[in-house]
């Protein structure tokens, strides 16, 4: 099975989330997703051998949505190109990175991750491990 881990943002308090995306026949769909590193140095540790997948992404319907908010929808922004939560119904969502209100259009066609097939660990572990290494 084809997976990676991408690193997120909840867009409602900013903190890291790791997300799974698993390849599903032609599409990408998140199916998991789990609190990430407290702070951005430990975070950024961990976003090392990043893969550029180009392909229509989407939501499995198991995804249990945000691990802080439980939003179950996710959004890119194009001009910081991170990934946040997103409830689904909002035609503008506010980008916490950016500072400005970011109109969605057209689907998610590409995001970044870590290809868990080449060394990465269990995204909790990622998670975990690099709290203990980071800053707080
Ligand atoms: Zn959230
Ligand atoms: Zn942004």
Redesign the pocket.
């Given at each position: 099975m084809q997976e990676i881990i991408v690193t997120a943002k909840?867009?409602?308090n900013g903190k890291y989330i790791l997300i799974k995306f698993e390849k599903q026949e032609s599409r990408w769909n998140a199916t998991d997703s789990w609190k990430g590193a407290t702070s951005e140095i430990s975070q950024k540790r961990v976003d090392t051998d990043k893969k550029t997948i180009e392909a229509v992404i989407g939501v499995s319907h198991t995804y249990p949505g945000?691990p802080?908010?439980e939003?179950t929808q996710i959004f890119r922004c194009s001009t910081c190109e991170n990934m946040y939560?997103y409830d689904g119904e909002s035609s503008e969502v506010y980008c916490v990175t950016c500072d400005i209100n970011v109109i969605l259009e057209g689907e998610i066609s590409v995001i970044e991750g870590n290809d868990r097939s080449t060394g990465a660990h269990n995204a909790t572990e990622l998670g975990q491990k690099s709290d203990e290494i980071g800053l707080k």
């Amino acid at each position: 099975m084809q997976e990676i881990i991408v690193t997120a943002k909840c867009r409602k308090n900013g903190k890291y989330i790791l997300i799974k995306f698993e390849k599903q026949e032609s599409r990408w769909n998140a199916t998991d997703s789990w609190k990430g590193a407290t702070s951005e140095i430990s975070q950024k540790r961990v976003d090392t051998d990043k893969k550029t997948i180009e392909a229509v992404i989407g939501v499995s319907h198991t995804y249990p949505g945000c691990p802080y908010c439980e939003d179950t929808q996710i959004f890119r922004c194009s001009t910081c190109e991170n990934m946040y939560c997103y409830d689904g119904e909002s035609s503008e969502v506010y980008c916490v990175t950016c500072d400005i209100n970011v109109i969605l259009e057209g689907e998610i066609s590409v995001i970044e991750g870590n290809d868990r097939s080449t060394g990465a660990h269990n995204a909790t572990e990622l998670g975990q491990k690099s709290d203990e290494i980071g800053l707080k």
